[in-house]
DNA sequence: TGTCGCCTTGACAACGATGTCATCGATAGG
DNA sequence: CCTATCGATGACATCGTTGTCAAGGCGACA
């Protein structure tokens, strides 16, 4: 900036206000500026500035997903990006893994560099340590997942309500034989599947005591094993329920394998890339990232538009979509 | 850090050197000064540290990919983050959506808040504008697409090869109907695989005359209303060649409809998810997002450490993956 | 013509950190 | 016992920018 001032031969403070278009200044000062600058190729630093600027803001957020190549955590941060960029906020985005440590060191890296604000997938038992942020004004909203020892923003989908709506839809196909298969248990919207079924399945007065149950799955290949076990055993399940994306492509790999995706319904939570083009058609409890992403962006700008109004939970609808697999008949007993 | 200094009774400068772990501090002092940053929660500054540091580093790199939210790019910005973490860089990701202002806007966001490197897919015409960024020292290192009007390191799969090697795939299965399915002219890697396609013909003796040619497919829509209307035109191909992986998909939309999957090969470029749980599977010629993403990430960071050897670029190596769509025999003319 | 007020401009301090350098005390060597 | 050396520490300038304030010039108005 100096150099650009030396330039123009004008002091430095009329160079930031040309460049911060302030009103005041001389229509042939500001063509001089100009000029040195597009000379320089000047850009104004915006760290520097803000350190002195009023307001502080970084014009930056920190946005922790559970990985930058999951497609749900991909359309979050999408619509985060669309909603920050109308602001001109650029984003951090940095990939959680479900490991404790990296939301540490996320969060950690987020604040040194004194982001704005701070959109949160976490995994951690507690997020009390975010206390002191919050204090100091920092709006924190949580997606996907609740927070847990702290009460902040949160948008996410109502996970238990649509882990009830995938296993009523099979119980109405006649099944009673529904295993689960689910995330694990330290993930908090796996616990709120995992409850939702459960429930589900009281209500309709089938026993959850028959039901095979595995938790603790995170990937394909724990999911694909755990199906092909389920089946390697005695009294398989007719229908599954599974509580995550991944986890639904391991099973339906695992069907494949062992030629029963025609005769085994499957309902997963969250959809699946192409679930629509395979046969049978997954029938999932799609969630909308999109909205999950644009809602959390908007709650964080509202806060730092200065809405101070108690920490809100905002639950994003899930939806039942019908393709096929939900819709298998249970298999004559024999 | 004045009020961490106050409360431990110190010096700013000896906090300084604690939080930075320089020697030459007592053990009393380092003890006083950390339980005093605990007390406050104190998080340094990274961007006021910058200021005044001498090596200048933000620990911070731009990210500019096709769309967050699609796989190849959520693959690379997977690879860019793991590569980063590891040295304690964190990384600002951008939405290209090949538009030339969003390309703009992004660079520039990136540049003022002066990050050490810079990786970036473009769309326009020329990367000239980046010059004096690249003569100020900053690494720029392009993915996917080589840059236009300035030479710097450049990370991509070999598009040409690859869409030859597709091409010459189905002429092996006996197609000499192969339509060609392909993104927007103005994108290099689109330019690049149309033109790999049209060598192999030549390089066959197949006359690029009688086939049908369709350019500037951008999204799974167009792509599907395309094939549809191939199809309702004389002669159909009997092979398509799908230059990406949403035009892939669109394709596939439109052969389920048309109840030809099975009687049309198909091969696509870049890999489509589930791709080989979809009936018939998917022939693609895969690209490696992974190993571009941590390739370029290496170059930055080796730029950054001073290398200086003359700017190369690394190819990639695509890999034809055959699962069934390809392999399909041309129909019985008639 | 003098006063007032507005527009334009720049000098200076400050933001939160680090680099440089000087100071102080203790320890070792002669 | 004196001095050279080294460890520990803090004062101060500085990084690039913006907030504050004062000064100079000019036109309007009485």
Redesign the pocket.
Known sequence: ??H??ALA?????????V??G?????????AKVEAAARTLD?????H?????????RTRTLGLLVGSVDNPFSGAVHRAVEDAALARGVSVFASSLDDDPDREQEAVSAFLRRRVDGLILTTISESQAYLAPELRRGTPVVFVDREPAGLTSDAVVSDNADGAALATRHLLEQGHRRIAYLGDRHDIQTARERHRGYLDELGRAGVSTRGQQIIEGLHNEATSRAATLALFDAPNPPTAIFSSQNLVTIGVIRALRELGRQHDTALVGFDDVPLGDLLDPGVTVVAQNPQEIGRTAAERVFARLDGDISAAARTIVPTQLLERGSGEIAPRAEG
């Open positions: 900036m100096r650009v001032a031969g004008v002091g430095v403070k009329t160079v930031s206000r460049i911060n302030e009103p005041n200044v001389s229509a042939a000062t500001i000047y850009q104004p630093d915006l520097a500035g803000n350190l002195r600027r009023a307001d502080g």
